[in-house]
């Protein structure tokens, strides 16, 4: 089945600097790729996703990338700002195939100090 | 807020005992689902309904039943649960069932203290 791995668990930047997370995953037949930010006390929110006949999609300041020969995503975020504190993770699945449910890696948390 | 409301926020439990989550969605979708989250692990799905039909049961312990009245509400009844069951009860939605490429909306969850 699909194994999500995600890069690196802890990440803490400067406020304004840019933070880069990554992901990989195992099944090569995964076409969907989300990801989500959760805040303290709260569920996961999506913030950008991409499928796999993109290579990559921005929005403002959050862009994720997809290269599918090597398996791989990362998310990009610019110019950070202290809301931008969380735990971020990220997901594969295979519309359509025999995992269609998203696995998600372990998650990432991303502190952005002022 | 993401329109997936659960209850209760917060509960604790002995292992003797038996209780129900809650989950309801006003976004009109078809497609509903439990997961836990539990520290430095993957969220794990535990199961799916698609138009009240349940379509996923990843190999959860029968401790686990749950329930999906309609297309808006799920239930996730516990009972004789371990101390390891402790963990962040999550609910989700989405409008295509059985895991496609639609956005799942996520509720609060209900964190869970077994005892």
């Known amino acids: 089945g699909e194994n999500v791995e995600q890069h690196p668990s802890t990440l803490s930047v400067q406020e304004g600097d840019s933070a880069v997370i990554k992901c990989t995953y195992s099944?090569?037949?995964?076409?969907?790729f989300p990801w989500y930010k959760q805040e303290l006390g709260k569920g996961p929110q999506l913030i950008i996703d991409?499928?796999?006949?993109?290579g990559e999609k921005k929005d403002q300041r959050i862009a994720v990338t997809l290269n599918k020969t090597a398996k791989h995503f990362s998310l990009h975020i610019t110019e950070t700002q202290p809301e931008d504190s969380a735990v971020y993770f990220c997901?594969?699945?295979?519309?359509?195939?025999?995992?269609?449910?998203?696995?998600f890696g372990k998650g990432t948390k991303l502190s952005v100090k002022p | 807020e993401t329109g997936v409301t659960q209850t209760p926020r917060h509960l604790v439990m002995g292992m003797t005992n038996k209780k129900s989550l809650k989950c309801e969605q006003h976004?009109?979708?078809?497609?509903m689902y439990w997961y836990k989250q539990s520290a430095k692990k993957p969220l794990e799905l535990m199961f799916v309904?698609?138009?009240?039909?349940?379509?996923e049961n990843n190999s959860v312990p029968s401790r686990f039943s749950p329930e999906c009245p309609n297309s808006s509400h799920l239930f996730l009844h516990l009972h004789t649960l371990q101390p390891e069951d402790s963990a962040l009860y999550l609910c989700?939605?989405?409008?295509?069932?059985?895991?496609?490429?639609?956005?799942?909306?996520f509720g609060p969850g209900t964190r869970l203290l077994v005892l």
């Open positions: 989700a939605s989405s409008q295509d069932g059985r895991g496609g490429p639609e956005t799942q909306y």
């Open positions: 099944d090569s037949a995964s076409n969907y």
């Open positions: 991409i499928r796999s006949n993109v």
């Open positions: 997901a594969a699945s295979n519309y359509g195939g025999s995992q269609g449910n998203l696995i």
């Open positions: 976004l009109g979708h078809n497609a």
């Open positions: 309904y698609s138009l009240e039909e349940r379509v």
